[in-house]
């Protein structure tokens, strides 16, 4: 089946304990990205990736750091995690983008 | 750089009522125009989309939307409402000269309530 998976789908953290989020696709996609969904702000772009070893920041890059090595995988990293990224996180692929992207389920972090 | 206007951010319609979603957007460069759906708990799914060609696309579940670039508009409509269609629903546009590479620029969503 064609899919986006990201893992975990929920996580709880403590302030500062480094953490990453992988996101794999098997469909082949050059485009991935990452966004976070926060109430009342819909989702913002934080990086994205148009092949392998090609990354760029997004909307809200500050405090996460991505990587693009293999094209099927585009992990986010949270080197010091704060509360103020605790959101709902979404990654996403595209073959082109007319094709539009297709999403992952989610992980929900919390950092307290 | 391109931003999206959902101009409710909450709709309420009766079932069986006809629904209307809006949005406009703003861009120096052609876009793609897209509306994903967000049910409760789950991640989002394309609903439709404007490329190029008839203004006028249609999506699944009888959504359909009208692209005025006059009016630089992208609404979402449908005839007849039903419980099933709760759920958020966002407006997005992607930077056509790029191809899309750069990703998705998203409205805020607006939350589809519909009463019996």
């Known amino acids: ?50 092949n392998v070893e090609v990354t760029d920041k997004g909307d809200v890059p500050e405090g996460y750091k991505v990587s693009r090595k293999e094209k099927r995988n585009f992990p986010l990293i949270l080197e010091s995690p704060s509360p103020n990224q605790t959101s709902l996180y979404f990654c996403a692929s595209s073959l082109a983008g007319n094709y539009g992207y297709t999403f992952g389920s989610g992980t929900r972090l919390t950092v307290v | 750089a391109q931003s999206v206007t959902q101009l409710d951010s909450q709709v309420p319609v009766f079932e069986e009522a006809p629904v209307e979603l809006r949005c406009n957007y ?7 125009l897209f509306w994903y759906v967000q049910y409760p708990n789950q991640g989002l799914q394309l609903l439709l989309k404007y490329l190029s060609g008839s203004t ?34 966002f407006c997005v546009v992607s930077d056509r000269s790029g191809g899309g590479a750069d990703g998705l620029t998203f409205g805020k969503g607006t939350h589809l309530i519909i009463q019996p």
């Not at chain 1, 098997?26 to 926060?38: F, K, L, P």
């Open chain 2, 56 to 89: 006028l696309v249609k999506g699944i579940n009888g959504f359909e939307a009208e692209f005025k670039k006059s009016e630089t508009s992208f609404h979402l409509t449908k005839p007849s409402a039903h419980m099933s269609d709760a759920a958020e629903y």
């Open chain 2, 26 to 32: 703003s861009s120096s460069v052609s876009v793609y």
């Open chain 1, 1 to 50: 089946e064609a899919q986006v998976t990201q893992n975990p789908r929920y996580l709880i953290t403590v302030t500062g304990k480094k953490l990453t989020v992988t996101c794999s696709q098997n469909m082949n996609h050059e485009y991935m990205s990452w966004y976070r969904q926060d109430p009342g702000l819909g989702l913002r772009q934080i990086y994205y990736s148009m």
